[in-house]
């Protein structure tokens, strides 16, 4: 269009002042300002109360006070933001308030490291102090962080899992399961870290692949086989076991049979062996064995009761039979030490035998075990392996890469030892049923989270809740001073929370033990007044599974929330601690709906690690592209599965940023001298393509909002992108461009196009608000005024459709899908044309529809937009020969309009405008509005 500047001036070009170039690393840091000076979370909180909108609560789940921000950590805050914003902009009344996980091991051990040797002179509320700092030093860089992502919320005032009054509710809920007869100290094997000199939790728990000795070791047969299989009358014989700890044979109590396989008695070498039938031959081969000739068998239950003498140790070892026992591997005669495995542990309890644990918190043998004391564990395997070997009960030795568990903190392998450790019933109050109960009334997304959480609680132990650390919420529990009886009770937690509600859970170490049991406590067993305090921590898992104490106290008895989002291994952590929780305290799960998304994978599809050097800093994405491409990031892929990152995909996600950011950007040039209260043309002043875009634009409304509210974030992206690439800018701005720049500016043609494509960006961009938060608040501030619009495209609510809308009437859209297709028709000619040197741009191009008579009559009640759809200069509809529709390419005949750059033969005949066409004439003749 027009050259000449004076020419140029009587078009409508776009004008706007946002900026093509988006700058995002340095307009959203200034974006963050301005909404917290303008107290913008709040405003919109304000907004929604006003209006009495039902409550929606999305439950934080708090993310560890250590460290920076990591890919993973960006993306859970993001799909949080995504859902708060999309509720609010569904009309509910949606706060968010975030939480930090600030006690537990990760922050103690970076303190261990930094006090080095002083820790151990120091007293515990100085480590704790220190731990405190430096939780409170990471909960501000990590708010920092999120803010700088967009997420709003109420980053002023986040709840702490350190704050005194949710130290109080985490000891009032555990009151609930005292109450209920739920909590019990007992001795059972746990997960142990040697390093960390703690107990560990399931979720505390990594399984990586191991190096561990295999061996195979012989137990002398104590009782007389005779008597119950006369073959074996006065032979010598050994039960054959597998194991891969050596470390744990001193604490072998028996020898565990499964009370169905069959077990042979073979003879080797003169002796008698015992195993598994099915085994036999495999061990044979492993250890070498010449042809084991059969002497007999028997279930494994004909075993029950008889004794083998330990190897190395002057004690017996019970046959004892076990459902578990399995002959996947090993003889299926199985070394059993209930001191260090949690099924030896349950067969131990079930024929009385001794939990035996004969190694320290260090991990060292106690002096109970000759010959071994002091010895740390995995140093131990090969000395009493080679003890074994020289003495002739170790059969074989050689060594098993196998999944081992290892400590999450320190990475270190972790040991399964017995210790006196408080614990909740899984079973006594039924606990597990109820679980699984509240598990089956919760919807999980995706759904199979369901069954795996149902497994999970299913098969698992007793919840091991106390740690022997500093930095945490204490245990309120008491012994006896003169007769050492524990000293716990539902009572004695609230009435330590009470104490903790003021003082925080320091009192605990501040106070004497007189001073922090209720007045008048005696003990049960001899009713002794004087009481000593232990010193164990909950689990960490306890304390943040207790969050939901915030429902409660913050906003105004909302629990259960609306909605849990976290990583899928959460159904082994925060998920299932917040749901025993919430069954044994409150009598239901926290959540209605709980959402898993993926792990983050690098672009080859592997696992980011600090090891493999391939993790991506959020911060970096952000300094380079802007937290917008993360949050783009995060709606475009599938949550559900593990996405990946990288430098390729962020190049496309910029891409695709640029695409949706110049589409805004064109829309609001072409709606700049557009009032909406004063131009807005009514459906029936509408032109059939601008009523066609807004039908087109109605669906994707429809389903962008239908996405919002199921939490599918990737769908609505692709609906947008769809639109704006396929319908808008490789169609329906094209073919309006002429209308919007040549006609006269207050034309009803021009206002019509403007009506569709101020609708269009008003309504994108309210859809788009949730996740380009920062792009869709700037552009609002470049759309025209109207009656009613909110200074922030945040507090406003998802469009509705206007009654018309939403549903096209039949004939119209068959009308316009008849016309488009005769479109490609010409679009197909028009090409070749160009090819053949016909003609250069299609506006040098008339086009000649040869129609059928039915054709005909169709073309010619729109022959006045037919030039405008095709982008040629003349539109000629002549009767046709055939059945089908011709279509013939020529030039356009006349000059070209110095203007508006179509062909019209008036140019040239005015005395005013010669170089114009006569709509440019007319154009410019009209009063500018
Ligand atoms: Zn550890
Ligand atoms: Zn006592
Ligand atoms: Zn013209």
Redesign the pocket.
Known sequence: MADKPDVKATLNLPRTAFAMKASLAQKEPEAVKTWEAGRLYEKILEKRAAARRTPFILHDGPPYANGHLHMGTALNKVLKDFIVKSRSMLGYYAPYIPGWDCHGLPIEIHVDRQLGGKKKDMPVMAVREACREYAEKFIDIQRNEFKRLGVLGAWETPYLTMHPAYEAKVLEYLAAFFEHGEVYKGKRPVHWCIHDRTALAEAEIEYKDKMSPSIYVRFPVLSDLGAKFPVLRGRRAYVVIWTTTPWTLPANMAIAFHPESEYAAAEIEGDVYIMAKRLLPVVAEELGWPAPKVLATFPGRELEGFKARHPFIDRESLFVLADYVTLEDGTGAVHTAPGHGHDDYLTGIAYGLDIYTPVDDDGRFTPDVPGYAGLQVFEANARITADMKRDGTLLKESAIAHSYPHCWRCKNPVIFRATEQWFISMDKDGLRAKAREAIDRVCWIPEWGKDRIDGMVAGRPDWCISRQRSWGVPIPAFK??????P?ADAGICRHVAAIFATEGSNAWFLRDAASLVPPGA???????KDFEKEYNILDVWFESGSSQNVLERDLGHSWPSDVYIEGHDQHRGWFQSSLLIGVGAKGGSPFRTCITHGFILDEQGRAMSKSMGNTIDPGEVIKRSGAEIVRLWAAMLNYKEDARFGPEIEQRLVEAYRKIRNTWRFLLGNVSDFAPDRDTVDEAGLLDLDRWILHRFEEVRARVIKSYADYEFHPIIHDILDFFTVDLSAFYLDVVKDRAYCSAADAPARRSAQTAMFTILRDSLLLMAPILSFTADEAWAHVPDFEGKDPSVHLDEFPAASDWLKSAPAGFVADMERLLGVREKVLKELEKARESKLIGNSLEARVTLRAPAADAAFLEARRSDLSALFIVSQVEIEPGAGPELAVEISQAPGAKCERCWNYSTHVGTSPDRPTFCARCEEAVKAPRP
């Open positions: 006896c001073q003169a007769c050492g009886t000293l005696s003990c049960a067993a001899c009713g002794g």
